[in-house]
């Protein structure tokens, strides 16, 4: 039986407004998210039980054990065909990209393909709100604490994403959260080009973007670089942080920036692309 390999692409929240907290203490979210061309990959390679390794110039630290989410998302699966699964990291951790989320969902995908059975659709809340939305990577409005995903129309955004390599706590961010209700996204228009997409994201937020910079100001520092760069139409955190992205008009001019930014802060993460869909990118191939 031939080896899977599966992407498992970053996602990028363009907006993220709170919009409440449930009585079990979730938060209420209202969230725009594309997907990028960059991310990490998976190899799964059939085995008699699930089993898996981490390497990858981000794989320092990332357990390899029960605790990742990749084998607990494996768990969810009925007793079958087993995986020696090899996760090639390439995002940093905690960075509020999805990187986690985003290779659950991969080895979903590639783990239904390797059985010849459907992706599962029980129990991924258990997984946190982020791997429904990863399991589709493609531009989606997502509401509630995550499940409720809308699919949305949006032109391919040339972006910048940058992280100080500095891991911020999602708990931290929303227990420094001052307002907890907060008015949700406005109806999405239709969009003519990027350009016309990016000045209607500039009205909205990140309402994590304040309460990230508290815990880890170095988040300030990334955002005003990147509002310095040139051809920069927008500058905002990702999701609970420490990522931050910048949009631009064209993909020339995100390279031009990123190449600035490299000159500048060598010891940064970063990586360029047009945000959107990529479903066909990330779907499981046999090799």
């Known amino acids: 039986?031939?080896?899977?390999?599966?992407f498992a692409p970053a996602k990028v929240n363009l907006a993220l407004h709170v919009t409440g907290r449930r009585a079990d203490g979730y938060h209420l979210l209202d969230s725009l998210v594309a997907f990028a061309p960059v991310g990490d990959r998976l190899r799964l390679d059939p085995a008699p039980a699930m089993a898996l390794r981490v390497t990858g110039p981000e794989g320092?630290?990332?357990?390899?054990g029960p605790e990742n989410l990749v084998l607990r998302a494996a768990a969810l699966l009925p007793a079958g065909q087993g995986a020696a699964i090899t996760l090639e990291k390439h995002l940093p951790p905690a960075s509020g990209i999805g990187g986690g989320?985003?290779?659950?969902?991969?080895?979903?995908?590639?783990?239904?393909?390797?059985?010849?059975s459907a992706v599962p659709g029980a129990g991924l809340e258990r997984l946190g709100a982020d791997v429904p939305m990863c399991l589709v990577p493609a531009p989606a409005r997502t509401q509630g604490i995550g499940e409720e995903l809308s699919p949305v129309s949006l032109p391919p955004l040339p972006a910048l994403l940058v992280n100080p390599r500095v891991e911020v706590p999602t708990p931290a961010v929303f227990r420094a959260l001052a307002c907890r209700e907060n008015p949700p996204l406005p109806d999405l228009p239709a969009f003519a080009d990027a350009p016309a997409c990016i000045d209607w994201l500039a009205q909205l937020r990140n309402d994590l973007q304040a309460p990230a910079i508290a815990t880890a100001p170095v988040i300030a520092e990334v955002l005003?670089?990147?509002?310095a760069l040139p051809g920069c139409r927008l500058a905002r955190m990702s999701g609970s942080g420490a990522t931050c992205f910048a949009l631009f008009a064209t993909h020339a001019e995100a390279e031009v920036a990123q190449a600035q930014l490299r000159a500048r802060r060598p010891d940064?993460?970063?990586?360029?692309?047009p945000l959107g869909d990529q479903t066909a990118a990330a779907a499981p191939r046999r090799l």
């Open 1 to 6: 039986m031939p080896a899977i390999e599966v």
């Open 224 to 227: 005003d670089l990147l509002a």
């Open 101 to 116: 989320s985003s290779d659950a969902a991969a080895a979903l995908r590639g783990l239904a393909l390797l059985r010849g």
């Open 60 to 64: 320092a630290g990332v357990p390899e």
């Open 268 to 273: 940064w993460w970063s990586a360029c692309g």
